[in-house]
């Protein structure tokens, strides 16, 4: 299956990058983490186009209908215009020239103005980012979306750590990621997700020092 060669491939490559690292991390919310994913650290040309690249597929093997992409600054502004190059190209889509937009932090008082830059939002519009934690970006993509009378269509994400938030003794019921698509009633799409970091874990001997820490830290807090 495309989808599966594609989700391990992006594992071993964000391996390669250095993007995707284990060990033992503080992450955002205070736990220690066995591995750590910073997409930031794809920030070269060739790095960004193959991540564009498994974007793309990401997005055709989901079957999600779409009309153009969304980028929340600052992280998904490249990921929108990166992504959409890659769609472009993408033999699925028959040559299909897919716009993009994105969005200023402050609107800009001179000029064209506003906040929104690029293609106008209309049609089906999927939102595109890095990781979803708080779900604060695609709450605010969602009414910028809404506000110019287009529909989101869903959220494409590079990395769904599958983890509940929350307290050691009250975790939430719900990931981040479950959560946004039950409150939009929209499809999140991710490239991988940790049962793909751990599928890549138990198939390579190299890795198998970090087996154990991963699943534990799966079974404590993943959904």
Same mark, same amino acid.
């Given at each position: 299956m495309a989808d599966t060669s594609n989700r391990s491939e992006f594992v071993r490559f964000s391996l390669e990058q250095g993007v995707l690292r284990f060990g033992s991390f503080k992450v955002k919310s205070g736990r220690m983490s066995p591995y750590f994913f910073n997409a930031g650290l794809f920030?070269? +040309?060739r790095s960004v186009g193959r991540l564009a690249q498994f974007y793309a597929q990401a997005l055709v093997d989901a079957g999600v209908e779409f009309n153009m992409l969304f980028g929340p600054a600052y992280k998904g502004i490249p990921l929108a /215009? %990166? %992504? /959409?190059?890659? *769609? /472009?190209?993408?033999?699925?889509l028959a040559g299909r020239d897919v716009p993009f937009a994105f969005n200023r932090k402050e609107a800009k008082d001179h000029g064209e103005g506003g906040v929104l830059v690029g293609a106008p939002l209309q049609g089906k519009v999927v939102i595109i980012d890095d990781v979803i934690t708080a779900g604060t970006s695609v709450r605010e993509s969602v009414e910028i979306i809404r506000q110019a009378g287009a529909e989101p269509a869903a959220v494409l994400i590079a990395l769904d750590r599958m983890e509940r938030? +929350?307290?050691?003794? /009250?975790l939430s019921e719900?990931? =981040?990621v479950q959560d946004v698509a039950m409150t939009y009633g929209i499809p999140v799409v991710s490239? =991988?997700? *940790? =049962?793909d970091i751990m599928a890549v874990l138990e198939g390579d001997a190299s890795l198998a020092e970090h087996r154990g820490a991963v699943a534990d830290y799966r079974a404590r807090y993943g959904v």
């Open positions: 920030n070269t +040309g /215009a %990166t %992504t /959409a190059v890659a *769609l /472009a190209q993408h033999s699925a938030a +929350g307290a050691d003794d /009250a719900h990931s =981040a490239i =991988a997700s *940790l =049962a």
